[in-house]
């Protein structure tokens, strides 16, 4: 089979809360007819991304497009789980024209990008593109120290850290494999902002690599599908943290799952998870819950002091309205310090 016959895969990778599942479904939303499947892998207990991508409503997708991948990074689990994932897509009497593949907040691109040279799947299918979903006011903010020297510094200062923070360098590989950088939530920062992210961006990449501004995750699918990188061919370009081969864990990660009961109010729900997420540790909190009287489900995501909520879609009459959230925090964060903020 030739490189042209082979069905492309486009990667979007990015750090937690970037925005990478709303891009996604942009792009379903978008897609014009053209047969995509999504492969989306979570870090927690709790599957939202994927049941919020597999319930869209969108013409076209159904449960049987989407592939969740839950509890377990993608590039730590690629012979168990992404390999026959993607083979079941290959398999199909319709096989998709083009496969989106989610990662989690957690994962690391490269690993992932190896696994298209298995013999298995390197005559199907190639890495149309790495795309990494960039969370700009969180950058702008200074989330990610651009002067190691100062964050090793501030580490030795502060005794309450006792093992080395990995979020940088998980950063850092998620735009170093990248073939187009996404700064997403542009709107949330003035130019000055935008121009300093953008130059932190550049400064960790050592190859010309395109970075777009976005809000909302919208963007032309026409940008993000059919950049033919064949990325799996150009894996020296794509310089990581951790070698070939190294492995690569997330003990200094930990998330639970939460049940959360009626809510009176969307604002009242988003109060109590904003207070939640200011508990220290506390990296992501998303889920969805009901709104007493209201037919429709509420959708709730948060990072830091940004908490959105939205309805996505009604509920099915069926269907159990047992609201949860997913927690996910640095390893040891105060458990019972978040349930009590989250209780009406």
Not at 63 to 72: H, M, R
Not at 127 to 142: E, K, L, N, T
Not at 185 to 203: C, N, P, Q, S, Y
Not at 285 to 298: D, Q, S, Y
């Amino acid at each position: 089979m030739s490189i042209v016959e082979k069905i492309p895969c486009t990667i979007v990778t990015g750090f937690l809360g970037a925005g990478k599942t709303t891009l996604v479904r942009h792009v379903m939303e978008r897609s014009a007819g053209r047969r995509l499947a999504i492969i989306v892998n979570e870090f927690g207990d709790l599957g939202f991304d994927g049941s919020f991508l597999a319930s869209c409503g969108i013409e076209g997708c159904n449960e049987d497009s989407v592939v969740e991948l839950p509890n377990g990074c993608i590039c730590c689990t690629v012979a168990d789980d992404f390999v026959p994932a993607l083979n079941t897509l290959l398999d199909r009497a319709d096989p998709p024209e083009h496969i989106l593949i989610e990662t989690s907040g957690l994962a690391l691109p490269k690993p992932l990008v190896q696994a298209f040279q298995w013999p298995a799947i390197r005559s199907r299918v190639t890495v149309d593109g790495v795309i990494a979903v960039v969370d700009a006011p969180a950058v702008a903010a200074g989330f990610f120290a651009e002067d190691p020297t100062a964050l090793a510094n501030q580490r030795a200062a502060d005794q309450a850290v006792d093992h080395d923070n990995p979020l940088e360098e998980v950063f850092e590989d998620q735009i170093l494999c990248a073939d187009l950088v996404v700064m997403n939530k542009a709107d949330l920062i003035d130019a000055a902002a935008r121009e300093k992210v953008r130059a932190d961006i550049l400064a960790h990449l050592p190859r010309a690599v395109k970075i777009v501004e976005t809000e909302h995750g919208r963007i032309d699918p026409r940008v993000l599908l059919g950049i033919q990188a064949a990325a799996e061919d150009d894996l020296d370009a794509r310089p990581s943290h951790h070698g070939e081969g190294e492995d690569h864990d997330h003990d200094d990660f930990e998330s639970v799952a939460m049940d959360i009961a009626d809510t009176k109010t969307a604002e009242d729900l988003a109060a109590r998870v904003t207070a939640a997420a200011e508990i220290p540790g506390v990296l992501r909190i998303k889920g969805f819950a009901e709104v007493t009287g209201k037919p429709m489900r509420l959708v709730v995501q948060g990072v830091g002091r940004r908490i959105a909520h939205h309805y996505d879609r009604p509920w099915k009459p069926s269907e159990p309205r047992d609201g949860k959230l997913v927690v996910i925090g640095l390893k040891g964060f105060d458990r019972a310090a978040v349930a009590a903020a989250l209780k009406p």
